[in-house]
């Protein structure tokens, strides 16, 4: 896995640790992929499986097409993708920037492609039931459509304390490749990061 940063021990550019990190990474390369758009001409068009809570899933990745990932500061070995809840009447799109920014401060990223289709997954009854008293909503799980992000920023943008709005969540964040991502989900998770990974793979190749 790659070097890890931490909510706890802010990355600073004098730090030692990254005096080797070379200053200038591979040009990022776009990649034409009209299937992931043909079928929808806007995100929020198609509609989610009743029962589900309708949810944004980010797939942020650097010019080395690696991913961001963080663990979960109240499941330290819970790796995990943004994502977040789409609020009444707004566009996914929309809701991606905003969730991006919230959970990790990153501003300086562009949307380049979108999952045609919702992915969903189940929560486990204790998940379940610790939402439901969060939420006040009883969700069977989650209906999510991903996005794919190219961070055009440095990595000193990365703030785990988001931009100040919403109670952090994560404790430690890193660069992965999608066999890392797959690895360090929980288990309910797993399946949508498999699909995810391979509607985004012409672009992580």
Request: aromatic letters at 10%.
């Amino acid at each position: 896995m790659a070097l890890c940063r931490s909510l706890n021990s802010p990355f600073h550019r004098a730090s030692p640790l990254f005096r080797n990190c070379p200053s200038k990474l591979p040009k990022f390369t776009p990649i034409s992929l009209p299937s992931l758009r043909s079928s929808l001409s806007s995100s929020a068009m198609d509609t989610p499986p009743e029962g589900y809570r309708r949810n944004v899933g980010i797939c942020l990745i650097n010019p080395s097409k690696k991913i961001f990932a963080a663990s979960r500061l109240d499941i330290p070995d819970a790796w995990q993708m943004p994502q977040g809840g789409i609020d009444e009447n707004e566009d996914p799109r929309n809701a991606v920037i905003r969730e991006l920014e919230e959970e990790t401060g990153v501003t300086s990223a562009d949307i380049v492609a979108e999952a045609p289709f919702w992915l969903t997954y189940d929560f486990p009854p204790e998940v379940r039931q610790k939402l439901k008293l969060q939420w006040g909503s009883d969700w069977k799980g989650q209906a999510q459509k991903w996005f794919l992000l190219k961070f055009n920023g440095k990595d000193e943008e990365v703030n785990l304390l988001g931009n100040g709005t919403e109670k952090p969540e994560f404790g430690q964040w890193s660069w992965m490749s999608p066999q890392e991502i797959v690895n360090h989900a929980v288990d309910f998770k797993k399946p949508v990061y498999e699909q995810v990974m391979k509607a985004f793979s012409p672009y992580l190749e």
